[in-house]
């Protein structure tokens, strides 16, 4: 595997190069703090945190408490963000060369990588911490297992060197479903190994979306990304049988947690919208290699709003059901 280095910047699309216009010891307070927030990924974050409080709902057949929904919250917002941090740490060097990440701060030389390192280890410790203390050392111990899974199998071993990366990888990914339960419970189920895959069997469909609309990014770093190695059509039947596995494991929550109604029928409905959008995308890819007519990035965008609703429903399905 040929590792790019940091001699050449990137151009970006307007022609100037990806190196700040501003070096570290010049930069603004303001750029600096905007900076360290940016190593921390806030919509990956976001992400996260969507599949991790509605499963808190899920676990306490109702509202949980408020004080423990902000500390899983906080020790949850830390952790992700900290194995971001270790992300980009590590990845500069292909950072710098794709148009997608270019612009992040390492690249940019806004903070050196042993700033982002400290950083990042100050995190994980924290998290731990506050997790430990006033949630559950289950939940800490999960939460620590998911970003140790996501720095050193992910981002160090698989994403470079397999077209699998991504589908083992995305196991970090999955964790915070499993700590939204413990954190209620102090317990793991079937309940949340469910939704664990759930989450699992989306990563890949959502993130090859967004892989094909940047191949030539991934191409020209060596990343393996399936569709880098793989013709689209091929990429678009992988991901419609991830999808229908997706939707299949998703009506699955119905009769092991004794749902109500309202779960399934969310469910399916989404599920039934994404997967024609899945279809259309391979169907389209199968016509044509060309990324104006593949449009993925439309199953990349649904996939985000496919997974927020369904694990709103997860919250909502207890409300209705128990009467909160």
Known sequence: MTYVGHSTPAPSRDGETSLPERAEGRAGIRDVVAAYVGLTKPRVIELLLLTTVPVMFFAARGVPDLWLV???????????????????????????????????????HIVSPAAALLFATVLAITSTLVLGFFVNWLSAGLSLGANAFYVFVYTMLLKRRTTQNIVWGGLAGCFPALIGWTAVTNELAWTPVILFLVVFFWTPPHTWALALRYREDYANVDVPMLPVVKPAAEVGRQIVLYSW?????????????????????????????????AH?????????????????????????????????????????????
């Open 70 to 108: 902000v500390a899983t919250v906080v020790g949850g917002t830390l952790s992700a963000g900290s194995a971001s941090a270790y992300n980009c740490v590590y990845d500069r060097d292909i950072d710098e060369q794709m148009r997608r990440t270019r612009r992040r701060a390492l690249p940019r």
């Open 245 to 277: 596995v997706m939707v299949a494991t998703s009506l699955l929550l119905w009769p092991v947690a004794d749902t109500g109604l309202f779960y399934p029928i969310c469910a399916a409905v989404l599920g039934a919208v994404f997967l024609v959008e």
């Open 280 to 324: 259309r995308m391979w169907s389209r890819a199968k016509q044509s290699d060309v990324l104006a007519d593949i449009k993925p990035m439309r199953l990349f965008h649904n996939s985000n709003l496919y997974l927020s609703l369904l694990f709103v429903a997860v919250a909502v399905d207890p409300l209705i059901t128990f009467g909160g």
